[in-house]
């Protein structure tokens, strides 16, 4: 299966969506969990500015990026067994303070209708970010390069790292892979 990782600025990551979007069939549905002994709840959204207060919301839940499939009622928990091949999966990107958290995006299923989206956003994301300079930070001090990350110039200013609520979360960094 296809996947990407980024450091986008959520602004940055719902207006490419919206570019996405206008060009080609896009239904978001937010993955919600209401509280304790609840199953996950679906919601359609729209894309837009309502779709990024959502998501910031809804901070354990993922945006699934659907071709038209929606689920039958906010409960269907056979949805993403049903709809697989139409979906593309979002986690993470969301910013708490001067905390960026990683983003990832994947294609669902193997075979996948979903691809061409897929490779649309990928696009999308390369036009504005740059790959090849990321690393993560160590406790012991050591960087580990992670070459195929993307990161926009305006999410290198934040303290990027793979959990936004979680204080021990590991940590990246960025230098310019032209100035090595």
């Known amino acids: ?10 602004g940055e990551l719902f207006s490419l969506l919206a570019e996405v979007a206008a060009k080609r069939p896009l239904v978001p549905l937010l993955e919600r969990y209401p509280g304790e002994g609840r199953v996950r ?6 894309v837009g500015e309502e779709l990024e207060r ?26 993403t067994d049903d709809a697989e091949s139409q979906l593309l999966e979002l986690t993470g ?16 299923a193997k075979k ?26 160590l406790a012991d001090g050591r960087e580990v390069p992670y070459p195929d990350v ?5 999410a ?6 793979l959990a936004s609520n979680a204080p021990g979360s590991v940590l990246f960094g960025w230098r310019d892979p032209d100035s090595a």
């Open 41 to 46: 709840q679906w919601h359609v959204a729209e």
């Open 156 to 161: 290198r200013q934040l303290t990027l790292c």
């Open 93 to 108: 990107g969301r910013q708490r303070g001067e905390r960026l958290e990683q983003g990832t995006l994947r294609v669902f």
């Open 54 to 79: 959502l998501y910031a919301a809804a901070a354990s839940g993922a945006l699934y990026l659907s071709l038209g499939a929606t689920p039958r009622h906010p409960e269907d928990l056979r949805f």
């Open 1 to 10: 299966m296809s996947s990407l990782h980024f450091f986008l600025l959520p």
């Open 112 to 137: 996948s209708a979903a691809r061409p989206l897929f490779t649309a956003i990928r696009r999308k994301i390369g036009a504005v970010a740059g790959r090849g300079g990321c690393f993560a930070r």
């Open 150 to 154: 993307y990161c926009s110039p305006a």
